[in-house]
T-cell receptor, first 113, second 112 residues
């Protein structure tokens, strides 16, 4: 079964450093997402991306965050200057079209120290 | 908040028994999806049920949806130790954007 892949699986970074999390969505999918889950809490929506632009973003997705689809296969989340509270599992997800199953990757654990 | 709660928050049962988890939500939805998450791992999709459907089955899983009560249930029959995980419902209510809003999850423990 096709899957969403994410790298790295774990990353530890110093506060203030930039982090890029990478995702390869399922190849024929059109909508892409980033979600995050702080340890022990709900999975929260960050941003959705369609047709090469952000279609919606949450309050969490402030100016420190950005997304890119640089080459037609990768989908990246950049955190410009990480804070301690950015420590979380970050999930990439994709969907083929409206109303279909949303598939998630295995996640990238980010620990900010 | 557009999403309600799942109950119970935690459930422990003996292997072989059935497990039922419930999910409530607050707005009209396009569809509702159930996911499983093993500790520290990714979200595995289980079942999608559309707003015009009332019941769906997949193997040992049975999902019901009652849009009049804005609730759904996930039944796992003949549970196995490997079913130990957290189970989340997620609603797609934002028509046209396909964004999911997750519940708080039920932590299911199957006792061998």
């Amino acid at each position: 079964e096709p899957e969403v892949t994410q790298t790295p699986s774990h990353q530890v970074t110093q506060m203030g450093q930039e982090v890029i999390l990478r995702c390869v969505p399922i190849s024929n999918h059109l909508y892409f997402y980033w979600y995050r889950q702080i340890l022990g809490q709900k999975v929260e929506f960050l941003v959705s991306f369609y047709n090469n632009e952000i279609s919606e973003k949450s309050e969490i997705f402030d100016d420190q965050f950005s997304v890119e689809r640089p080459d037609g296969s990768n989908f990246t989340l950049k955190i410009r200057s990480t804070k301690l509270e950015d420590s979380a599992m970050y999930f990439c997800a994709s969907i083929q079209g409206a109303g279909n199953t949303i598939y998630f990757g295995e996640g990238s654990w980010l620990t900010v120290v | 908040s557009q999403q309600g709660e799942e109950d119970p928050q935690a459930l422990s049962i003996q292997e072989g028994e059935n497990a039922t988890m419930n999910c409530s939500y607050k707005t009209s939805i396009n569809n509702l999806q159930w996911y499983r998450q093993n500790s520290g791992r990714g979200l595995v999709h289980l079942i999608l049920i559309r707003s015009n459907e009332r019941e769906k089955h997949s193997g040992r899983l049975r999902v019901t949806l009652d849009t009049s009560k804005k609730s759904s249930s996930l039944l796992i029959t003949a549970s196995r130790a490997a079913d130990t995980a957290s189970y989340f419902c997620a609603t797609d209510w934002n028509f046209g954007n396909e964004k999911l809003t997750f519940g708080t999850g039920t932590r299911l423990t199957i006792i061998p």
